[in-house]
């Protein structure tokens, strides 16, 4: 078997111990087929993956160093190619995706990484491992020069608009009266931006053709894992094995509301009871359709669009699992 590793020398914001290096993994793989590729810029690792991953007839594995934006560059590049399984070197930031695999299912446990996250940051184990056929899903749309591929979760209204507003003010700068006050991007986005103009979303969202709710919406998911956001358990009964995506969508709600359902939904107890406006479905593919643009966040990537199509596809890649 050929193992090629993928390296984002950005991730975890570029902190050295978040870096892996030449070193660490020439001895990781000492006496196996590899090569080491370090990513040079935004996406580099999904045209690299695709021109590398057509010459390779014999098995590969390939080891994605990074957090989940590296993960999701990485499912984009080894689509299609059945010769291909995926393992996650996760040194990431929030490191969403591999909480799905936690051992400890208590919220804190799985937040604080005491469940066993650490065997995906662990090369001899991941060269051990096992790969297993999971469920990606596929979001199509008008607005896409190509099909997206999900891994994890898809989330659009309300938490796509603090990312989205959280990026453009990284990017931008804060107003001066902000950065006084030493505030996160993402928190005056949140504030500012998703408190005011993100609680009443004109999205209707259909999961397997049935409409899941009239007018507009505060926020809805669309899973294979369960994390986003580092710490919001969005989707805790998905289970990526089983054909379907779980579909959650919380309807529009008065301050007071988002306020007490908030909590419930950051630890995944959303779904325990019965709600009124809460709205759980699994569905084989979910179509979304706004009257204009919106941002829809996958694995915690923007893309802009106003009618989506999103599509489970089984077991479309294998996947990595250190037991």
Known sequence: MKHIIISNEHAGHGLENARVSQETVAEAFKGLDFEYHVTEGPKEAISFLKKRLA???????????????SIHEAV???????????????????????????KDRTYEGIVKGKGGEKRFSDFKELINAKAYPIDISKVSGPSLKEDVYSINVINFGFDAIVGARGNYYKENGLPEAAVKKGMDPYDYALKYDAMKHGRFNDIIVYADGEKLNEKQMLLATVAQGQFVGAKFWAAPKSDNTDGLMDVCLLKTMTMLGLGMIIGGYTKGKHLNKKKRKVVYRRAKEVRIAAPEDIDLCVDGE???GKDFTITCMPGAIKLVIPE
């Not at 590049?77 to 799905?100: P, Q, R």
């Open 55 to 69: 010459k390779e007839k014999e098995p590969v594995r390939i080891y994605c160093c990074g957090g989940d934006g």
């Open 76 to 102: 984009q590049g080894i689509m299609g190619f059945e010769n291909v399984e995926l393992a996650i070197y996760a040194n990431g930031t929030g490191n969403d995706f591999v909480k799905t695999y936690s």
């Open 302 to 304: 923007m893309y802009s």
